[in-house]
C-alpha cells in the first residue's frame, strides 16, 4: 500500500516557516518514507536545510533542495529542469507554498492582495506549467503520467462571525480549488490527475510563530487551546494529517480520483463543537 518507489516527487515549499514539522516538510519526508526520490524548493536556504536535517536523521538520501521563488517562472523553470536533471522524471507534484495575510477590502492594501494572488494561487499555476510537460511526455513514453496535489486551505469555504478576516487567502485559495479542478479536466485524458487537499487548522510552526503575532493572541498555547475549541473532533490536527493525505492522492492507490478536494480539517466545515454538544 501506498508504495512510492520509483517515483520522483517535486515539492514546492518544502521547508517550514520554523523549526518543526510544517506540512510541506512532513510531506517531503512521507514521500521519500514511502521510497520517493524528492526534490523540494522552497524560497528560504534555512528552511531546506531544516528539511534536509530532517532527511538525514532518518537516513533518506533520496532527496535535493533548491532555494526557488516559486512566483518566479524562470526560476520554477530552472528548478525542474534540475530535478529532471538529476532524477530523470517527475511523478507527483505537490503545490504546498502558502499563507495568509489579514485583511478585508478596504483594509487590505492592493499590494498585499497582489502577494496573495501570487503565493496561493501563481505559485501553484506556474509549478503545473513547467511541469506538466514533463508529465504528458512521460504518459507518452511510457503510459505513467503523474499525479499533482495542491494545498488548498478551508479559509476557502468556511467565515466565521468575529473571526479572522483574510479575504486574499479566502480568494486565492477558492481560485486555487477551481484552477485544481479546471487543470484536472484538462489533463484528464493525458495521463495527469490534478487533486486538492483542503487543510483546517493545523498545529504547525506557523501557529506559534506567525499567528500569535498577527492575532495578538499572549501566547502560542492560549492560541492552540482557542483554536483545539473549534474543531469538532476536539483537537487541531498537525503536518502529519496533511502529509497522509498528500501521499494517498499521489499514489497508484488514488488511481481513479481526479478534480477533487479532500478536505482534512476535523469536521471544521460540517459542523461545531457546540452542535455535537447539544446532540
Ligand atoms: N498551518 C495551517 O494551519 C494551515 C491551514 C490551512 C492551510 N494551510 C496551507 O498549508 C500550506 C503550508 O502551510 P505550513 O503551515 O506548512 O506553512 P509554512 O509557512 O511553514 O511552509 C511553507 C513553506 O513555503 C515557503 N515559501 C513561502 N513562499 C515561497 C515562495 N514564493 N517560493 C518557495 N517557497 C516559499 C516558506 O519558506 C515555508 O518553508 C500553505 O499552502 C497553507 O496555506 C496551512
Same mark, same amino acid.
Given at each position: 500500500m501506498l508504495d512510492l518507489t520509483g517515483k520522483v516527487a517535486f515539492v514546492a515549499g518544502?521547508?517550514?516557516?520554523? &523549526?518543526g514539522w510544517g506540512n510541506g516538510r512532513a510531506t517531503a519526508v512521507l514521500l521519500a518514507r514511502q521510497g520517493a526520490r524528492v526534490f523540494g524548493t522552497d524560497s528560504s536556504e534555512e528552511a531546506l536545510a531544516g528539511t534536509s536535517a530532517m532527511m538525514n536523521a532518518e537516513g533518506l538520501e533520496n532527496w535535493l533542495g533548491r532555494r526557488t521563488d516559486m512566483t518566479a517562472s524562470e526560476e520554477v523553470r530552472e528548478a525542474v529542469d534540475d530535478c529532471i536533471r538529476h532524477?530523470?522524471?517527475? &511523478?507527483i507534484l505537490v503545490n504546498n507554498v502558502g499563507g495568509s495575510a489579514p485583511g478585508d477590502p478596504v483594509s487590505l492594501s492592493e499590494e498585499d492582495w497582489d502577494k496573495q494572488i501570487d503565493r496561493n494561487l501563481k505559485t501553484a499555476f506556474l509549478g503545473c506549467k513547467h511541469v506538466l510537460p514533463h508529465m504528458e511526455r512521460q504518459f507518452q513514453a511510457d503510459g505513467k503520467g503523474g499525479a499533482i496535489v495542491n494545498i488548498s486551505s478551508i479559509a476557502s469555504m468556511s467565515y466565521q462571525v468575529g473571526g479572522r478576516v483574510h479575504v486574499g487567502y479566502a480568494a486565492s485559495k477558492a481560485g486555487l480549488e477551481s484552477f485544481s479542478r479546471a487543470t484536472a479536466i484538462a489533463y484528464v485524458r493525458r495521463g495527469v490527475r490534478v487533486n486538492t487537499v483542503v487543510v483546517g487548522m493545523m498545529d504547525t510552526p506557523l501557529v506559534s510563530h506567525r499567528l500569535t503575532k498577527q492575532l495578538g493572541v499572549g501566547s502560542a498555547e492560549e492560541l492552540v487551546a482557542k483554536r483545539n475549541a473549534l474543531v469538532p473532533i476536539g483537537r487541531m490536527g498537525n503536518a502529519w494529517d496533511v502529509a497522509n493525505a498528500v501521499v494517498f492522492l499521489a499514489? &497508484?492507490?488514488?488511481?481513479?480520483?481526479?478534480?477533487t478536494q479532500l478536505v482534512v480539517d476535523g469536521g471544521v466545515t460540517a459542523g461545531r463543537p457546540g452542535a455535537i454538544e447539544n446532540n
Open positions: 518544502a521547508g517550514s516557516v520554523a &523549526d532524477f530523470g522524471r517527475i &511523478d499514489s &497508484d492507490e488514488a488511481a481513479y480520483i481526479t478534480a
